[in-house]
């Protein structure tokens, strides 16, 4: 994805150069006494709509998706603007992707275009994956099934590693980031550091390098200037803007608080405190606050803590619930629906196992996004004020380049539990590294994996493509006999 966090915008919108609406196909229509032009709130629900059906491939593609449509299709928003934004949303924790969607749908057309554009992109992944988990539970066992996941995980690991080399040529544009970068990683791998430490260390350390030696940051070579293209259809002073007060910031906070909080307390009464969904529904919740970095970084968290501590499900499973998020429309965090369903599936407690999985997966959806909006709808004023304003420039660039670390300790997670059958930990005083057994090293997933790397990186092949002929090659595998798990 394209960040320049460095590049103010444009401080006065070039008002006088907007190309009449009229000879602009589907531009928006005049909406105001003073001329300024608006979007017809049914255009964008559409808009919204069509973009959500084509957000596979991670937050890299979901963005670029957004950004074809929205600033080079339709221009209803300024390149500088929508970069503002993808900033801001970098800086919160949580889908940044997601994030961006209800940032500019309320530029367009306030709360209730943020929250359109937000719950629009989350919809075909939610009722997608409900319906793959349920098929996983009830034929996951079967040796087609097995077989085919069997083939996605080794695509997901080859991914991931596309992940780290893509953020990485963005986000490591000087030595002291790349040090920033090594530093989370080892952090998380040998020392098992918590990841919102690391996080935090990072945006410190990207702010104090900014304050005190703001060359430590530069790029090595001169980065090109942001092209903002031709002018919007709408002009910047036509966008939705409300001025920041405390009454409207208390407001926001008592409705999202509500919204978010409800659910949660309903089924913790209904199933009591100590039940697998109540513990889903504080840890997802909980987990939404603290997971910066974007889409990988959130995994590396919600596996080593659903896997490890809650044990709602095994790395294999969580590397399988991963490749369904991947052949999905919609955010990778959804892969906590699926995470949700298996828990509660096994631990219904006194509902029947299928609604107990049902309920936990709707609930744990809630929880992870309501955040999302509230974050986006309680800032989006403030920042408007402080477009450019390099301090938050400076801890956002710490923070993306630890962003690359976290992504690769997750890749080592997902490598030792994809190509091979059994793992041990082994500690040496504070550092504990966990090592796999070489004698079990699955051969048909070390084959598949080097598929799916060179379709990735050499053939150029979507995400989406390379993981169909995995999986299919998984499937041709299992029914040879060959020895796939």
């Known amino acids: 994805m394209t960040i320049d966090p460095a590049t103010p915008p444009a401080a006065t919108p070039d008002t006088a150069q907007t190309p009449d609406p009229a000879r602009v196909p589907g531009a928006p229509r005049s909406g105001s006494p003073t001329g300024q032009t608006t979007v017809p709130f049914s255009a964008a629900v559409k808009a919204w709509f069509l973009i959500s059906l084509q957000t596979f491939g991670g937050p890299a593609g979901q963005i670029a998706v957004m950004q074809r449509s929205l600033v080079e299709e339709k221009r209803w928003i300024g390149q500088r603007r929508f970069l503002h934004a993808m900033n801001y949303c970098m800086l919160l924790p949580g889908p940044e992707a997601q994030q961006i969607a209800t940032y500019v ?150 409705v999202g608080l509500i919204a978010w909080g409800v659910p949660l307390v309903i089924v913790a009464v209904l199933t009591g405190a100590h039940s697998t969904l109540t513990e889903q529904g504080l840890f997802f919740s909980g987990a939404a606050v603290v997971t910066f970095g974007g889409a990988y970084a959130v995994l590396a968290y919600v596996a080593q803590q659903a896997v490890t501590v809650y044990g709602w499900l095994s790395p294999g499973e969580m590397v399988r619930g991963l490749a369904l998020a991947e052949s999905t429309p919609g955010p990778l965090i959804m892969v906590v629906q699926f995470v949700a369903f298996l828990g509660a599936y096994r631990a219904p407690g006194d509902l029947d196992p299928w609604v107990a999985a049902v309920l936990a997966s709707l609930l744990v959806t809630w929880v992870t996004f309501v955040p999302s909006f509230l974050f986006v709808l309680l800032g989006a004023p403030y920042m408007e004020r402080l477009r450019g304003n390099r301090t938050l420039s400076a801890a956002l660039t710490g923070i993306t380049a630890a962003v690359v670390g976290v992504i690769a300790n997750l890749g080592v997670y997902f490598a030792v539990h994809t190509l091979f059958a059994d793992s041990s930990r082994v500690s040496w005083g504070p550092i504990a590294l966990e090592l796999p057994d070489v004698s079990t090293l699955r051969p048909v997933a070390v084959v598949l994996t080097v598929v799916a790397a060179v379709l990735l990186f050499r053939v150029k092949l979507s995400v989406l493509k390379t993981l169909g002929i995995c999986a299919l090659l998984g499937l041709a595998a299992g029914l040879a006999g060959l020895p796939v798990i």
Do not use: C, N
């Not at 098992?192 to 530069?218: D, E, K, Q």
């Open 105 to 254: 749908g309320w530029l367009l057309h306030g709360t209730r275009g943020g929250l359109v554009a937000g719950g629009l992109f989350v919809l075909p992944g939610l009722l997608a994956l409900l319906v793959l988990s349920a098929i996983y539970v009830a034929f996951g066992t079967t040796t087609a099934v097995l077989a085919v996941f069997a083939g996605l995980a080794p695509a997901v690991l080859a991914v991931v590693a596309q992940a780290v080399t893509r953020v990485g040529k963005k986000a490591l544009t000087s030595p002291a980031l790349v040090a920033i970068a090594v530093a989370a990683f080892v952090a998380l791998t040998l020392f098992g550091t918590p990841f919102p430490v690391v996080v935090a260390l990072a945006g410190a350390a990207g702010w104090a390098m900014g304050r005190f030696r703001p060359g430590l940051l530069r790029e090595r070579r001169k980065a090109a200037a942001v092209d903002d293209g031709p002018p919007p259809v709408i002009s910047d002073d036509a966008l939705h803007t409300e001025t920041p007060s405390a009454g409207r910031t208390l407001r926001t906070l008592v």
